[in-house]
Nanobody, 124 residues
Framework: QVQLVESGGGSVQAGNSLRLSCVASGGTFSRFAMGWFRQAPGKERESVAAMSWNADNIYYSDSVKGRFSISRDNANNTVYLQMNSLKPEDTAVYYC?????????????????WGQGTQVTVSS
């Protein structure tokens, strides 16, 4: 059974940075495409960033492009989301997701496994 555990969320002032981590277990991490999604109160879950299993395709939503960066460390079964220049609009619960041999999709129904989420709160 594949398990994903996010960490690194918290409360910060606008303009500051956070780095989210997602550690995977129970599968071959190097063969997983990984995605980050977020959900704010009253809004649908949306894609933030994604990376194909071999890192030859990377996707960012328009709202975070230039501020956020997705990366992976296969030796430690971890995917990261570096979030810079945070805005109050970034406040949400952030989830990581995985799918074997995925191409780095922004569509949540393509992902098999999901973490429990970590809260990010950005104040003015």
């Amino acid at each position: 059974q594949v398990q994903l555990v996010e960490s690194g969320g918290g409360s910060v002032q606008a303009g500051n940075s956070l780095r989210l981590s997602c550690v995977a277990s129970g599968g071959t991490f190097s063969r997983f495409a990984m995605g980050w999604f977020r959900q704010a109160p009253g809004k649908e879950r949306e894609s933030v960033a994604a990376m194909s299993w071999n890192a030859d395709n990377i996707y960012y939503s328009d709202s975070v492009k230039g501020r956020f960066s997705i990366s992976r460390d296969n030796a430690n079964n971890t995917v990261y989301l570096q979030m810079n220049s945070l805005k109050p609009e970034d406040t949400a619960v952030y989830y990581c997701a995985a799918v074997p041999y995925g191409s780095g999709s922004r569509w949540e129904h393509h992902y098999n496994y999901w973490g429990q989420g970590t809260q990010v709160t950005v104040s003015s």
